[in-house]
């Protein structure tokens, strides 16, 4: 076959998917090629893209590639798909996807911990939605449900692989002594007002 | 005339506190616990004057600040006795709010992420695909259709216990996810499947609780294509 012509039916499946396809998946169909010459006629038709001005590109996403339109068309799309991307995700449920996502396989317990709060809520709308699965029980006591994020996650957010997420802000190595400023003690003890907070 | 207060929600404890520590631009870890307790329990206060409801969460947080202030307040000496080597009893919250910190920094970034993918449009799942799932005729089951389906697969549980532990193992919440867990792949399956080897009692109970409460959300819709026939669970799509 010639290769104008693999690139040719490559552009024509990129186009007619809804979902990334992978280089093998590409290769699956036309066989008799090699999964890295996909990837350079890839790139090949992305510069055809470039110099003929086109509004769409192929992007690499999830770990595999995809049509899609350039953000600064994104206006236009957008007046016409009104309801097409729903709202965005809330800030308990991105705090509690980053947790997973930087600390997979997390149990309900880890991400509790660390935000403070009962999370049950927050996981059913993340599952729902197909950001996160679940990926068994881990051992050890109550066995609890360990999650880990999904192929959508990554999609969701525009990366190719895990190892994309941005680094973590380095970490205070638990265990290591944290440099506390004094405080001086003041001898009349501040006002309080218990009952205040707490409502029968 | 209605006025509205409108009030900065936190997303719990440790968010609240962080904005505290945050307005009065002091170093989470030079963090002054006296001054600190003070405004958080003002802000309880506040958020009770609203009639906000305020999560247990948050009356846990202010009984842990006011036992660290008590521990503060004591002489250094009876304080040594008391504690060995614990160190500054603030050194445990200030650890929390650094990597609560971390990852709200970090959820900061995805939301950017988030919104930089939302300018990339592809191609929508074909309608083809939607169309063909609708073609066969069924109605709706009922509550009486879901408890005797249950009873039949509980039926199938061997009465055959010799002792029984009580563990705690199950609770509805998990079910919950475990069940649209099941519906991750696909868009319908039968009653039947979501009990499928189940041998404990309690663990079916929580799995049919938990599926009524799926019901009652409206994130799931049961079928049954023939008078006594199996019931068929079919996912509603979320808008």
Redesign the interface.
């Known amino acids: 076959m010639e290769l104008s012509e693999a690139k040719r039916i490559t552009e024509a499946l990129l ?4 979902n990334p396809l992978s280089l093998d998946q590409i290769k699956e169909v036309i066989e008799e090629i090699r999964p890295s010459q996909i990837k350079v006629l890839i790139d090949e038709l992305n510069v055809e893209y470039d110099q003929t001005g086109r509004s769409f590109r192929i ?1 690499e996403i999830a770990g595999g590639y ?6 600064e068309y ?1 206006i236009w ?1 957008k007046r016409l ?1 009104k309801k ?3 709202q ?2 809330s ?2 449920a ?2 509690t ?3 997973i ?2 600390r997979q396989p997390a149990t309900k317990g880890d991400i509790e911990f ?5 999370v ?1 809520g927050v ?2 709308t993340l ?4 950001l996160v ?2 990926k068994g029980r881990k051992e050890g006591i ?2 609890p ?1 360990i999650y880990v994020t999904t192929r959508r996650f990554l999609e ?4 190719t692989s895990l190892s994309e997420l ?1 680094e ?2 380095k ?2 190595v ?1 265990g290591s ?5 004094s ?1 001086e ?2 001898q009349e ?2 006002e ?3 009952e ?4 029968e | 005339m209605v006025y509205k207060v409108k009030l900065k929600i936190f ?5 609240l506190l962080l904005y505290l520590i945050k307005k009065d631009e002091i ?1 989470v ?6 001054e600190i ?2 405004q958080y ?1 003002e802000y ?2 506040l958020m ?1 004057l609203l009639d906000l409801d ?2 247990g ?3 846990v ?2 009984a842990t600040l ?1 036992h660290i ?1 008590s521990r ?2 004591l002489p250094p000496e009876e304080q040594e006795e008391l504690e060995e080597d614990e ?2 009893p ?2 445990e919250l ?3 709010l ?3 910190q ?10 950017n ?14 309608l083809i695909e939607a169309d063909n799932e609708d073609d066969n005729e069924s109605f709706e089951a009922n509550l009486f259709d879901l408890i005797s389906a249950f009873s039949k697969v509980l039926s199938g549980v061997s009465k055959q216990t010799f002792h029984e532990i009580i563990v705690d ?1 199950f609770s509805v ?2 079910q ?3 069940i ?2 099941h519906f ?1 792949m696909r868009s319908q399956a039968y009653f039947r499947e979501l009990f499928g080897n189940m041998m404990n009692k309690l663990e079916m109970i929580c799995t049919f609780l938990a599926l009524l409460e799926l019901i009652r959300e409206k ?1 799931l819709m049961v079928r049954q294509p023939e008078s006594f026939g199996e019931i068929l669970l079919i996912k509603m799509e ?2």
């Open positions: 186009f007619s998917s809804s992007i995809q049509s899609c339109t350039r953000p994104a799309v798909y097409r991307r729903g965005k995700l800030m308990p991105l705090e996807l980053a947790i996502g930087y660390i935000r403070g709060v009962n049950d996981l059913r599952l729902e939605k197909g699965k679940i109550g066995r449900i969701y957010f525009g990366l941005p973590l802000e970490a205070n638990a002594k944290i440099e506390l400023g405080e003690v003041k003890p501040a309080m007002n218990l205040g907070g707490i409502k | 997303e719990g404890p440790l968010d170093d870890c030079n963090i002054r616990i006296f307790t003070e329990l309880l206060n009770q305020i999560a969460e948050f009356l947080m202010a006011m202030k503060m307040l160190g500054d603030r050194a200030v650890q929390k650094l990597e609560y971390r990852f709200k920094q970090a959820a900061g970034r995805l939301e992420m988030e919104e930089k993918r939302a300018e990339i449009f592809g191609r929508m799942p074909s193992e919440e998990e919950m996810n475990r649209l867990e991750q994130k979320s808008n």
